[in-house]
């Protein structure tokens, strides 16, 4: 069974601090994974995607990586601000699920100023 | 057009209603989902269509009933629900496979059952 695993699930940072979130998944044969923003109540934003042929992305203060062969993604935050304070979702498509995005359970990130 | 249009954005039915939920997209994408979101959980998948043809069902109940006039449009036809119905109903789209842009999620409808 393909699953998707966060860690952590809930992270409150002072303003300005770089921070890491992580992402593992159980399938190497990922077709791509996609990194969210959900604000409370509120719809998915798509932060960063990542194709299975590339290693990482990046947007402005936010940077994604994936290491297909450990089963790992990092999307890095540079200089937190109150604004990035939102649940972060990791998201992938695999083998044998073609139409199927396979969620993580998210982190909770705070950011105080 | 870069986006997901959701209507309604809030719901509130009673058991014995009918109603709707639409979905609009005009960005080429063919293959179009719903998903149900509980408070702090993720997004659950419920049916995923693919050019306008019905490709996954994930064992949801009859009283959801899913319908893809064409490809620009997803409707989710609600019948007699029950309270734990009650959640954000998000649509999603994306070219097949997740293509190069990945999934583009609409604002979502809260829907209560009342």
């Known amino acids: 069974k393909q699953e998707v695993t966060q860690i952590p699930a809930a992270l409150s940072v002072p303003e300005g601090e770089n921070l890491v979130l992580n992402c593992s998944f159980t399938?190497?044969?990922?077709?791509?994974l996609q990194w969210f923003r959900q604000d409370p109540g509120k719809g998915l934003t798509s932060l960063l995607l990542i194709q299975s042929s590339q290693r990482e992305q990046t947007s402005g203060r936010l940077n994604a990586s994936l290491d297909k062969s450990s089963g790992r993604s990092t999307l890095y935050i540079a200089a937190s601000q109150p604004g990035d304070s939102a649940t972060y979702l990791c998201a992938g498509i695999f083998s044998g699920g073609y139409n199927k995005l396979i969620f993580g359970a998210g982190t909770r990130l705070a950011v105080h100023p | 057009d870069t986006e997901v249009t959701q209507t309604p954005k809030h719901l509130v039915m009673g058991m014995t209603n009918k109603k709707s939920l639409k979905c609009e997209q005009h960005?080429?994408?063919?293959?179009m989902y719903w998903y149900k979101q509980k408070a702090k959980k993720p997004p659950e998948l419920m049916f995923v269509?693919?050019?306008?043809?019905?490709?996954i069902n994930e064992s949801v109940p009859s009283r959801f009933s899913p319908e893809c006039p064409n490809s620009s449009l997803l409707n989710l036809h609600l019948h007699a629900l029950q309270p734990e119905d009650s959640a954000l109903y998000l649509c999603?789209?994306?070219?097949?496979?997740?293509?190069?842009?990945?999934?583009?999620f609409g604002s979502g409808t809260r829907l209560t059952v009342v």
């Open positions: 269509y693919s050019y306008e043809k019905l490709s």
């Open positions: 399938d190497s044969a990922i077709y791509n």
């Open positions: 960005m080429g994408h063919r293959a």
């Open positions: 999603a789209s994306s070219q097949e496979g997740g293509g190069v842009y990945g999934y583009t």
